[in-house]
């Protein structure tokens, strides 16, 4: 069968982490792949997770399968923590929430639910976007088309240029947009920005498509979560895909969840009701394992409070590692200016090293980047950050 058939190409960032985990150097550094690390280097279970696996355990009496959308109660969960307690959207039972496997697989639910009750909408994605997003969408038999959105310029958003391209997009097409830590960026848009993009989707009937991947990595859980307010109120039709893979760091246990908010409550039972029909034939119901444990962190006060303050390590140090960053180039007196790299948000910056710089420090210094120039600043610890400044300004000094 697989005779004449050629090999597809390796996934960019994962063939990224094959060649860093085969290089021998002992200084090697690994800037490409998007899990969270610790000081030490490392990708740790959180404490509030562990608590609540080992309650799960204790407490579970049957591997039964969980119902198609999955557990209610993590369902409900997930609502309160996309809209805040009490939001209306909530009340009025405009959201029909399902739990995927990750936020990949939130995103694909939410495709073949868009194509099939949209089957000529083209998808909009931001220029640049993560690379899957048009993996997702093309295999759910989307065209895609992008908006403009990062200035290498400014090294901000491009807001004139994407809200332009936002206010041509035809009726009835489909607009994905990073809700907060935009991957691969790091460059957010502010809530003025926010308000133009609703009434632009409202104007031009154009379905926004939210992905929420990085909550609690900007500023906090509520403020990272303002647009998707935002949106709630403005009573049109949205969808959010969510995940827990990073502000939980249940990478591995597939944790996500598919939200579709529909101006009434009728047509939200409408809406679940065909997301699971895509569900039963293709992953049939989630595992059980990572949502359940991510619905006693979110209903259990103590285990939540000591889910917050571990989100905020994670955060401060992303943060922390920013700055140094930043510092470290300037002290070696690299002519280029890296500060913006201080104000964007989440894990990744579009550090602004061009194609060549980012080769050289590969070959050279064992510094692995994604062609592009991104970096997952989570990369850098106290240990390694003097040996990759060194090595920048090496590399752009020479
Ligand atoms: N959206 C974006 C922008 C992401 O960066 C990621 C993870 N890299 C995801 C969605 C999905 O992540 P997961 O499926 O691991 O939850």
Redesign the pocket.
Known sequence: MWKNIEAAPADAILGLTEAFKSDSNTNKVNLGV?VYKDENGTTPVLSCIKKAENMLLEEQITKGYLPISGNAEYGAAVQELLFGSGSEVITSNRASTIHS???????RVGADLVKKFKPTATLWVSSP??A??KGIFTAAGFEINDYPYYDSTTKGVNFDGMIGALNSVPEGDVVLL?VCCH?PTGADLNDDQWDDIIESAKANKWLPFL?F??QGFGDSVEQDRRAVEKFASAGIDFLV?S????NLAL?NE???ALTVVSPTEKEAKVAMSHIKKIIRVNYSNPPAHGGLSAKIVLTDSALKELWLDELAQMRDRIKKMRKALVNGLIERNVDQDFSYIIDQRGMFSFSGLSDDAVNDLKENKSIYIVKGGRINVAGLTSRNIHYVCDSIADTLNN
């Open positions: 998007g496997p990750g936020g990949t697989g939130g995103l976007t993560w899957n997003h990073h991957n992905d991947a990085y895909a995940s827990f893979s990073k990478y597939r944790v996500g």
